[in-house]
């Protein structure tokens, strides 16, 4: 059990500025095990106000309700922090309550505050009343605020050369600390905003004819984004993590470092998956795609490479279609991914991707696609019902005629010859006399190899 001692004056004016002394009061236990003393010595704490030095210089005047209920939450986590366990369900959003504060110090408050983190704590109001974790967090409200201050009066007139750095500056140190204070997300939140600024000064510097000064700035929005796509990831984040790859992505286009974009966009098609995202996540991998394919047609020595990484992202693509349900969708993803394979001279892939796209066309019930995809793949068997069932007999004569002939070359003379039947049939319907009768002849020929040919 964690005993700590509370001092216990009696209560003040809520409306008042007067003072308790801390010191002279007679200290109480306090149980942090006990919800109901917990609370009663967070009342306490509101009670006895404010210490001097945050009343009279640190908060702006006049001292408010919130001000005092969020300086006891505080004050309380500061006792809270020494207990072990540590204990749950403290009184009082220790969230708001920095929060409250950040928003109600004076500037000699700010300050000071901002001095306590060079001398790491020690001997002053900030130190003394509220844990490391609480004073970074405060600091990192702070300059953050301040940093939204350049952000305003950039947009006001001040040139990005002037707004744009300080404010980078002090967001990318508010990041520290809230990552410091145990605050991931925040931090993220941070360095988004410093990637903002950075691609803002960039195309200041851009439309002022600076292109080292525009580089430095992508660059900076660049090494941002990273830093928060592992801080959106620590904090479980998994659409914003997709959504901060994105905009790497971005900013490596416009350094026109492609390959890391369309890595950056494969990566945001995961976490966008993860999500549960399903739009987002395709659409990211079809930018991938896209991007590998560009970088086909832009460098030459590296083609097969590029087409390589295209097959690859453009089967992610198809992949997520067909688990989500897409189905022609994916069908006709699986006819680009058999170009692609065209294109890197591996036929045998290309039918096999054919065959995947004619079978999503027919969980997609797009018959005459179907049968396309299926004789594209060497599939004839199965694409002549479909071109039968689509009304197209002299295809369906077509597939039957292949169809029977390869299972003639394997042996199987029963099956040629009913596909070869099958195949006079379709020419008959389509008006194909010589294709009909040259069809029968092979037949017959099976049906009885040792007869004459019939004559003329």
């Not at 020690?122 to 409200?141: C, I, K, P």
């Not at 600076?210 to 796509?229: F, G, I, M």
Request: net charge negative; with cysteine; charged share 25%.
């Amino acid at each position: 059990m964690s005993m700590f001692f509370v001092s216990a004056g009696a209560p003040s004016d809520a409306h008042s500025n007067a003072q308790i002394s801390h010191e002279d009061a007679a200290p109480e236990p306090l149980n942090f095990n006990d919800p109901q003393a917990v609370d009663a010595a967070h009342q306490t704490f509101v009670n006895q106000g404010l210490p001097a030095r945050w009343r009279d210089a640190l908060l702006a005047a006049p001292p408010t309700d919130d001000d005092r209920h969020a300086f006891a939450t505080l004050r309380l986590r500061k006792l809270a922090d020494q207990a072990q366990p540590y204990p749950t369900g403290m009184p009082g959003d220790l969230e708001q309550a920095v929060t409250t504060l950040a928003n109600h110090l004076s500037p000699t408050g700010r300050t000071e505050l901002l001095q306590s983190l060079e001398v790491g704590g020690g001997d002053n109001a900030f130190a003394q009343y509220l844990t490391d974790q609480d004073r970074w967090h405060l600091a990192a409200d702070v300059l953050a605020a301040r940093a939204k201050t350049c952000y305003v009066a950039w947009r006001n007139g001040t040139s990005a050369e002037d707004a744009g750095p300080p404010g980078m500056a002090d967001y990318r140190h508010a990041a520290s600390l809230y990552e410091r204070a145990g605050l991931p997300a925040h931090a993220a939140d941070a360095l988004k905003r410093v990637g903002a600024i950075a691609l803002k000064t960039a195309n200041f510097y851009k439309h002022t004819d600076q292109p080292q000064r525009t580089q430095e700035a992508w660059r900076s929005a660049v090494n941002a984004y990273l830093d928060e796509v592992e801080l959106r990831r620590a904090a479980g984040q998994r659409a914003n993590v997709a959504d901060a790859l994105e905009r790497l992505a971005g900013v490596y286009t416009l350094l026109e470092e492609h390959d890391d974009a369309a890595r950056s966009l494969t990566a945001a098609s995961e976490s966008y998956e993860l999500a549960d995202l399903r739009d987002e996540a395709i659409a990211a991998a079809r930018k991938a795609e896209a991007r590998y394919m560009r970088l086909a047609q832009l460098a030459p020595l590296t083609r097969l490479t590029q087409l390589a990484l295209a097959v690859d992202a453009c089967k992610r693509v198809a992949q997520l279609y067909s688990r989500w349900e897409k189905y022609g969708a994916a069908a006709h993803t699986r006819l680009r991914l058999a170009g692609l394979y065209g294109d890197l001279a591996q036929p045998k892939l290309a039918r096999e991707a054919h065959g995947d796209a004619a079978r999503a066309f027919v969980q997609a019930k797009n018959w005459a696609m179907a049968a396309d995809a299926f004789w594209e793949s060497g599939e004839y068997e199965l694409a002549a019902p479909l071109f039968r069932s689509t009304e197209q007999p002299d295809r369906a004569g077509d597939a039957y005629a292949a169809a029977a002939a390869r299972r003639e070359q394997e042996g199987a003379h029963t099956d040629a010859e009913r596909l070869y039947r099958e195949a006079a049939k379709e020419y008959e319907l389509a008006g194909m006399w010589e294709m009909r009768a040259q069809a029968i002849r092979f037949a017959d020929k099976l049906a009885n190899p040792g007869a004459l040919p019939a004559s003329t």
